[in-house]
């Protein structure tokens, strides 16, 4: 390990961020540098400007990879190396965001009706009534199901940041016939490994599977159950019945659903 990969990684720890954030960091530095054969320190703006263009046009990489590249040598160049050009020098894209992908209601029954698998339709269910993220749920423990207060503990979120989500009865139910058959030690949904949780790639292959045994013809990711249960969350017709007007927008901007996917919904927001 060079003595600059070393410093970055250390300026990194420093600042707390993820170990995946990291990993992530210093592979982008890694390969900026494998591309020009020579260590960061010696290459300048115009050497980032040629590296954009490669990933661009050659290598074709998606506009929110070419972020997280530009994001890794911004850390690299801001706060490590100290150098003051790069906010001016270097070109920041401008990311244009997708509508998302969101299931009807009937697409949801159909899929979790078609898990023959109770731990798949444990996991399933935790994404659907929650609204977390398939690494937050894959990260939950038995500990974290708060049956008493009726909550569930996201220990780190994205971020970092612990919150608690609400834990509905139905999914309750469901999670204790789960424990029951299963009896989990640690983990609420372990891998094949013992000692760790399962494995985000084996939750989009269930995904996958139960989309083609169904017969649905969007592309159902673990991701897709956050956008149906952003829209579900919000109530239909003039009566409040539901979280705060805050906690749409919130649920909106997680999700990146705008006014036009909400329309197309049929949700009325109050």
């Given at each position: 390990?060079?003595?600059?990969?070393?410093?970055?990684?250390?300026?990194?720890?420093?600042?707390?961020?993820?170990?995946?954030?990291?990993?992530?960091?210093?592979?982008?530095?890694?390969?900026?540098?494998?591309?020009?054969?020579?260590?960061?320190?010696?290459?300048?703006p115009?050497?980032?400007?040629?590296?954009?263009?490669?990933l661009?046009?050659?290598k074709?990489?998606?506009?929110?990879?070419?972020?997280?590249r530009?994001?890794?040598?911004?850390?690299?160049?801001?706060?490590?190396?100290?150098?003051?050009w790069?906010?001016?020098?270097v070109?920041?894209p401008?990311?244009?965001?997708?509508?998302?992908?969101?299931m009807s209601?009937?697409?949801?029954?159909?899929?979790?009706?078609?898990?023959?698998?109770?731990?798949?339709?444990?996991?399933?269910?935790?994404?659907?009534?929650?609204?977390?993220?398939?690494?937050?749920?894959?990260?939950?423990?038995?500990?974290?199901?708060?049956?008493?207060?009726?909550?569930?503990?996201v220990?780190?979120?994205?971020?970092?940041?612990?919150r608690?989500?609400?834990?509905?009865?139905?999914?309750?139910?469901?999670?204790r016939?789960?424990?029951?058959?299963?009896?989990?030690?640690?983990?609420?949904?372990?891998?094949?490994?013992?000692?760790?949780?399962?494995?985000?790639?084996?939750?989009?292959?269930?995904?996958?599977?139960?989309?083609?045994?169904?017969?649905?013809k969007?592309?159902?990711?673990?991701?897709?159950?956050?956008?149906?249960?952003?829209?579900?969350?919000?109530?239909?017709?003039?009566?409040?019945?539901?979280?705060?007007?805050?906690?749409?927008?919130?649920?909106?901007r997680?999700?990146?659903?705008?006014?036009?996917?909400?329309?197309?919904?049929?949700?009325?927001?109050?």
């Open positions: 390990m060079t003595k600059l990969r070393q410093r970055m990684i250390e300026d990194l720890r420093l600042r707390n961020y993820s170990p995946l954030t990291i990993r992530s960091y210093t592979e982008s530095v890694a390969d900026f540098a494998r591309f020009f054969n020579k260590s960061p320190e010696h290459l300048g115009e050497d980032i400007r040629k590296y954009q263009l490669h661009v046009h050659e074709k990489v998606a506009w929110s990879t070419l972020q997280v530009i994001a890794a040598l911004k850390f690299l160049y801001a706060q490590t190396l100290k150098q003051e790069f906010v001016q020098e070109v920041k401008k990311v244009r965001r997708k509508l998302p992908t969101v209601h009937e697409e949801v029954r159909a899929l979790l009706d078609a898990t023959p698998n109770l731990k798949h339709r444990a996991l399933l269910a935790t994404l659907y009534a929650t609204g977390l993220r398939c690494a937050e749920v894959l990260q939950l423990k038995i500990t974290d199901i708060d049956s008493q207060r009726m909550v569930i503990r220990r780190e979120g994205k971020g970092q940041r612990p608690q989500v609400m834990l509905s009865p139905k999914l309750l139910t469901l999670l016939a789960y424990w029951r058959w299963r009896r989990p030690p640690d983990w609420l949904f372990p891998g094949e490994k013992p000692g760790s949780p399962m494995h985000p790639s084996g939750v989009r292959q269930i995904c996958q599977q139960l989309a083609k045994k169904v017969g649905i969007k592309q159902v990711s673990p991701h897709i159950w956050r956008h149906y249960a952003a829209s579900r969350t919000m109530p239909r017709g003039s009566k409040r019945t539901g979280p705060r007007p805050s906690e749409y927008r919130r649920c909106l997680a999700s990146h659903l705008t006014c036009g996917i909400v329309r197309r919904l049929g949700i009325r927001v109050v």
